[in-house]
């Protein structure tokens, strides 16, 4: 089955730049999301088809999507950017596929 | 507004049976594939299940598959999740999502803009 590895933390300073990585096999022969998750709330998409933001998303939130990595860029990370984040993709044996998920802190 | 709240949760013990349903309101529910995403007391989100517009599809994770089944109802703009056979480690809140689905340019995409606040399965004796 399809696998997605995410590292379990990443810290970042208020202000500085965070990214966060999603690796899978040829993953960019798929289309990666990610998804923001604060606690005791739902998941909220931040990014879909690689790069795109939906609207009301901020734009220092940007994406990428080469080889085997995807990455998620929080450019002028704020407080409130604070949450978990999940990348997912499509597998067409596997079906939907999410990372295991990276805990932002911003301190 | 676009909106999916779900009920139906609850507690039941292990081999047991519960109907989740989500109600749908704001889009085109007949539109739309639609998908359920669990997530265990402190863990990641995981996939369970997803159904086609017509509900002529429909894919499940590989531990829910014959013990679970997705349905849905155009008339009534609901989602459901009949769950049987019910384990402990099927206790999770259980979120229904919208999903935009297609090919773009070379690839199919798959991913969910917009999710309900879940509802709370615990399977305990």
């Known amino acids: 089955s399809y696998e997605l590895t995410q590292p379990p933390s990443v810290s970042v300073s208020p202000g500085q730049t965070a990214s966060i990585t999603c690796s899978g096999d040829?993953?960019?022969?798929?289309?990666a999301c990610w998804y923001q998750q604060k606690p005791g709330q739902s998941p909220v998409l931040v990014i879909y088809?690689?790069?795109k933001r939906p609207s009301g998303i901020p734009e220092r939130f940007s994406a990428s999507n080469s080889g085997n990595t995807a990455t998620l860029t929080i450019s002028g990370t704020q407080p409130m950017d604070e949450a978990d984040y999940y990348c997912?993709?499509?597998?067409?044996?596997?079906?939907?596929?999410f990372g295991g998920g990276t805990k932002l802190t911003v301190l | 507004e676009v909106q999916l709240v779900e009920s139906g949760g609850g507690l039941v013990q292990p081999g047991g049976s519960l109907r989740l349903s989500c109600a749908a309101s704001?889009?085109?529910?007949?539109?739309?594939?639609m998908s359920w995403v669990r997530q265990a007391p402190g863990k990641g989100l995981e996939w369970v299940a997803n159904?086609?517009?017509?509900?002529?599809?429909?894919y499940y994770v590989d531990s829910v598959r014959g013990r679970f089944t997705i349905s849905r109802d155009s008339a009534k703009n609901s989602l459901y999740l009949q769950m049987n056979s019910l384990r402990v480690e099927d206790t999770a809140v259980y979120y229904c999502?919208?999903?935009?689905?297609?090919?773009?340019?070379?690839?199919?995409?798959?991913?969910?803009?917009?999710w309900g606040k879940g509802t709370t399965v615990t399977v305990s004796s």
């Open positions: 999502a919208r999903a935009q689905s297609g090919y773009y340019t070379r690839y199919y995409y798959y991913y969910m803009d917009v």
């Open positions: 704001g889009f085109t529910f007949s539109n739309s594939w």
């Open positions: 159904i086609k517009q017509d509900g002529s599809e429909k």
């Open positions: 040829k993953l960019d022969d798929k289309y």
């Open positions: 088809q690689d790069t």
């Open positions: 997912q993709a499509w597998d067409y044996s596997t079906g939907v596929v």
